[in-house]
């Protein structure tokens, strides 16, 4: 409907009621646009607040066709039906947490789930004012920034660390329990994408004396860490990793710039890295001496015992799962600091016989790879138990053989098989093998 023309077959009376209602249709427009967009803002404003806040319950998603989904955020979350945490242990100096293993999928650690082990927590380090000195048997000593080091061409690889007191739990007859995940027992242990300089490059900008064969890593925590590595790892495979997972390295792991030691042990690869000093012999410093030793039986200690031998750990089926009778697949983790998993056994007898695993690719040098078995369980006991052997041709040892080796006293790299027992009904706890 339109206004009336104000020509000269209308009266006075009805151009005005005419005009009243005009008014009266442009109000009550006004009124319902402003509505629909008093309702689009709270909405828009109730959508915004769902990427602040976890999804709907499962009941409320019966039918999601129906319901208006999350708008985009600035961070992406899990699903409220996925809630993988890390079981953290506060009675350790500074404290650990461990990665949930048994939760995983590939090889690739979510950061954070990364596993973290500190020695005098986690320092605040503002990127702008961070440097790194490279000194001692150098022709030139030089401190970069994080820029400089960016500014060199980036390297990436894919590789784990392990805490080389990972599966010490696993390994003592005074601490072992039944009630024990994959977590528990092994979480000391993650696997990223590491991106960063090689310091190989860094070696060569500042130029290493001949005659420097060991070089000092000292990190920015209050436990001033600070670790001996022969300069030919330097030369080999070493980095200063600034990123991981196609991020900056979180401040548990080292933010913002770590070393790297691909294969090596946790302990040795120094985060939050400040200083590197070259020289001709080891500094022989705390953590290396009265830590990450081993002593053995004849009185001597085992010292920069740094690569991690070959492991292995079933992670299905693990404490507390319950099986029931009929086809599973047997799943886990195999890995080795030597190079890459060559081939990987299951045992479902206590180790009196063996069968080969299958390999889930991809099979990368010093990095965890997936393995699985088909297995019938038959509803009565057994004894599961996996080994690994690297391309070198190691074989993860049995308890009895690593005690043999090297005494009940030691304490790092304990590598030993591990062991699940399969109760009479499907539920499987923790055994320690041997």
């Known amino acids: 409907m339109t206004a009336l023309p104000p020509d000269s077959s209308t009266s006075a009376d009805e151009r005005a009621e005419a005009a009243a209602q005009l008014v009266s249709r442009r109000t ?17 404003s109730a959508l915004l607040a769902q990427t602040r806040s976890p999804l709907p319950s499962p009941t409320a998603l019966d039918d999601p066709g129906k319901v208006q989904g999350r708008i985009p955020s600035e961070l992406g979350e899990r699903s409220p039906f996925e809630h993988p945490r890390r079981r953290v242990n506060r009675a350790a100096p500074s404290g650990e947490s461990e990665s949930p293993l048994q939760d995983l999928y590939g090889t690739i650690t979510p950061a954070d789930l990364h596993f ?24 030139r000593p030089f401190k970069f920034t994080l820029s400089d080091l960016k500014r060199f061409p980036a390297v990436s690889r894919v590789c784990f660390i392990e805490c080389s007191g990972n599966g010490y739990r696993g390994f003592q007859q005074n601490v072992m329990k039944r009630e024990a995940t994959p977590s528990w027992i092994d979480g000391l242990l993650s696997t990223s994408e590491w991106t960063g300089v090689a310091l190989a490059t860094l070696f060569r900008e500042v130029g290493v004396k001949p005659g420097a064969k060991w070089f000092l890593a000292e990190g920015s925590d209050a436990a001033h860490m600070t670790r001996s590595i022969p300069v030919d790892k330097a030369f080999d495979d070493a980095m200063i990793a600034y990123a991981q997972n196609g991020e900056a390295i979180r401040p548990e792991q080292g933010y913002p710039a770590r070393l790297l030691l691909p294969g090596w042990e946790g302990n040795a690869q120094v985060k939050w890295l400040k200083r590197i000093e070259l020289a001709e012999k080891p500094f022989m410093t705390r953590e290396e001496t009265s830590k990450y030793t081993d002593p053995l039986a004849n009185g001597t200690a085992r010292m920069f015992s740094f690569v991690m ?59 965890t790879t997936h393995f ?34 090297r005494g009940a006293g030691t304490f790092y790299h304990m590598n030993n098989i591990r062991g699940w027992k399969v109760e009479r009904g499907g539920k499987v706890f923790f055994h320690m093998e041997g």
Request: net charge neutral.
């Open 28 to 44: 009550l427009l006004a009124g319902a646009v402003g509505a629909v967009g008093a309702t689009l803002v709270n909405n828009a």
């Open 372 to 405: 699985r078995h088909l297995w019938k369980y038959d509803g009565g006991e057994a004894a599961l138990m996996s080994r690994a052997i690297d391309e070198t041709g190691y074989v993860q040892p049995t308890r009895a053989q690593l005690v043999a080796a």
């Open 116 to 139: 973290e082990r500190h020695h005098g927590g986690v320092p605040v380090i503002d990127p702008a004012r961070y440097t790194l000195l490279i000194h001692g048997m150098v022709e």
């Open 309 to 367: 031998d070959a492991k292995s750990l079933i992670t299905f089926p693990a404490y507390p799962n319950t099986l029931g009778r009929g086809w599973c697949v047997i799943t886990g983790l195999a890995w080795s600091g030597r190079g890459k998993i060559a081939h990987v056994e299951v045992s479902t007898d206590g180790g009196t016989t063996w069968q080969s695993a299958e390999l889930q690719p991809p099979i990368l040098s010093k990095c």
